[in-house]
Structures are given as structure tokens and as C-alpha cells.
């Protein structure tokens, strides 16, 4: 999908069509109204693929993930969704599994 010389409020809403599995579950994950305009939103988007190297890992790996004792929920869940964001071919069954 092109989008040139389309206003920003456009382009925003076309963006998620063009996404599917690890970016569309990166766009769904924003906030609601957290972003201003389409080039906030390209620089999020760039920011949370461009620069850094995807290892893809198998949906089984999500099960090693641990929480340690000495580590808050907000910490084990912001490491394990980061973590989430590696495996090929997510299944919402078996990352509920693993958290659980």
C-alpha cells in the first residue's frame, strides 16, 4: 500500500492494515491517543524494529521465561513481553500458558 501526499489522520488509520504479526501486535499494544500525528507514529515504529536484530525463537522457548525472586511484575512482565516479541509465529494459547 502507497500512501503519498495523504493527509496524516489518512495515513494513521491505513498504517495497521499494512502491519501483520509482530508489528500488528506491537501497533495493538499502543495506548489509546498516544500518538499525535503519523510521524510520531513512523518514528515509534522505527525505533521499535529498525534498531535492533530479531532473533526468532520458537513459541516453546516463552515456557523458559522465569520471574526471579528478586524481581518486581512490572519488571518480569515488561522482560517477557520484550521476550514475546521474538517468537515466530505467536499463539495466543501457548504465551498465555507460558505467563501463567
Known sequence: MTLHG???????RAF?????????????????KSVDNFGELAKLFLTQFMSSQWRQHPAAYLLTIKQ????????????FNKERMTID???????LTALL
Not at 6 to 12: H, L, M, S
Not at 16 to 32: Q, V
Not at 68 to 79: M, P
Request: charged share 25%; with cysteine.
Open 6 to 12: 495523504v493527509p496524516g489522520k489518512i495515513a494513521c
Open 16 to 32: 495497521p492494515l499494512t502491519l501483520k504479526g509482530l508489528a500488528h501486535s506491537w501497533f495493538g499494544s499502543l495506548a489509546p
Open 68 to 79: 526471579t525472586e528478586d524481581e518486581s511484575l512490572k519488571s518480569y512482565l515488561a522482560r
Open 89 to 95: 509465529n505467536q499463539d495466543e494459547k501457548i504465551t
